[in-house]
């Protein structure tokens, strides 16, 4: 066997581990999904816990105003529950917005923080941890700039914590609310029903594992003063204190009917800006922890390791090289004897791609319709490859970062 064949036997098997993994966990998603249609979300248990939302905020006031109505929307007792937002350095017309939305709601629990760049300015991990110094609640919650929350959300998030002592913090779904505006935010929309919530959802009922999402979740109190806040070099705080939560022996749980909508980037320059900062964040945490792969107080984490290694470095190299070993021979430059089979189980992966993604949309109403046939094929070629630039862009910014001992500051996503 030429080294060319070794090299693209060797990506191959690590990319269908990785396929397999993943068809595994959206048939566990499914089942989940299935079985919770007829369980009802349970009541809260005892009186409603006070609660805390917190909103880190940098120049959102193009959607700011929304999300604060929104929240004080809530069907949760008004009375039991405060909203800090943390308008953190903003330059443009937050302060102004929320001022007036504190004058036409005088009774109700909303306070403001304003912080210039001496005391705020760095990050939204810097952010939360400002809010959370004038926090009260026992449960804490966190919804992004741009969310806005069902009726419902809140109350389905306390109840599932307050009638499992095990669980650390409880997850709710994000849905895309400019789904309709373009090609691009389509594509969004089809990869965060299949490629974050199913696989949470099928990470849950395989392993009890999810990981925050940075939005629409709820953590106890006690949970972050025991691990002393945020970490403010983490851009992916949401991952960093999900294997906190972990490593403290708590399980974190998806529940899929609290639901929030956020915006979603509209032009590829914001997504590419976005993404990028999600893979430089994920990256600092697989470095962070990977350390621990084999510690015996890691094992609740060692799934998320392994599988954050895995598509970030491993699935990325071997898609590199069989795509390159692929071209070359194709151009004559090398010759490998499973062109035929690779090219083969490339289209195979196409079919699984494609039976996936359908399955996943079939739990969501008004997402199954033809149209979404032709998107989901040209998002494989098209969208998925995309990812492939926003990995290797983040490992080139997350090592000029290290090397520079740059400060951490915020990374904002343009709204629109």
């Not at 120049?59 to 929307?73: D, H, M, Q, R, Y």
């Not at 306390?158 to 009638?163: F, G, H, K, P, Q």
């Not at 960093?240 to 974190?252: D, T, W």
Request: net charge positive.
């Amino acid at each position: 066997m030429t080294l060319p064949d070794v090299l693209m036997v060797i990506a191959v098997i690590c990319i269908w581990s990785l396929l397999l993994v993943n068809v595994v966990l959206i048939i566990a998603g499914y089942l989940y999904y299935i079985e919770g249609e007829n369980k009802p979300v349970p009541d809260i248990r005892g009186e409603p816990p006070f609660v805390t939302i917190m909103v880190p905020a940098h120049n959102e006031g193009k959607v700011i105003g929304k999300t604060v109505e929104s929240l004080l929307a809530l069907d949760y007792p008004h009375d039991r529950y405060e909203i800090i937002v943390i308008n953190d350095n903003s330059s443009d017309r937050s302060a102004e917005l929320l001022a007036g939305i504190q004058a036409r709601y005088p009774g109700r629990n909303l306070i403001v923080i304003n912080t210039d760049s001496v005391t705020g300015g760095k990050g939204k991990s810097n952010a939360l941890n400002i809010g959370f110094a004038q926090s009260k609640g026992e449960l804490i919650a966190i919804y992004d700039a741009d969310n806005t929350p069902e009726k419902t959300a809140l109350r389905y998030l306390v109840a599932e914590i307050t009638n499992d002592s095990s669980l650390g913090a409880v997850i709710g779904k994000f849905r895309t609310r400019n789904r309709d505006v373009n090609l691009l935010t389509r594509f969004i929309n089809i990869e965060t029903l299949s490629f974050q919530w199913m696989a949470q959802a099928g990470r849950w009922k395989l392993f009890k594992l999810c990981t925050i999402p940075g939005t629409n979740f709820i953590m106890r109190r006690h949970i972050v003063e025991t691990i002393g806040g945020w970490d403010v070099k983490a851009i992916a705080e949401d991952t960093e204190i999900s294997f906190r939560i972990y490593m403290m022996g708590y399980k974190i749980k998806f529940q899929p009917r609290a639901v929030t909508w956020e915006q979603e980037p509209q032009t590829v320059k914001v997504w590419f800006k976005q993404r990028t900062r999600w893979a430089k964040g994920n990256i600092y945490v697989i470095v962070k922890y990977c350390k621990l792969l084999f510690h015996p107080s890691a094992r609740t984490i060692r799934f998320d390791i392994l599988y954050y290694l895995s598509i970030y470095f491993l699935l990325l190299i071997s898609l590199v090289t069989s795509d390159l070993l692929l071209i070359l021979h194709a151009l004559g430059y090398v010759y490998t004897t499973i062109a035929g089979l690779s090219t083969f189980l490339w289209l195979l992966a196409i079919v699984l791609f494609v039976v996936g993604i359908y399955v996943t949309l079939t739990t969501e109403k008004g997402e199954m319709n033809v149209s979404n046939l032709w998107i989901i094929l040209l998002m494989y070629v098209s969208y998925c490859q995309m990812w492939l630039v926003v990995v290797a862009y983040g490992m080139y910014h997350y090592i000029r970062d290290v090397v520079g001992a740059r400060e951490v500051k915020w990374y904002k996503t343009e709204r629109f």
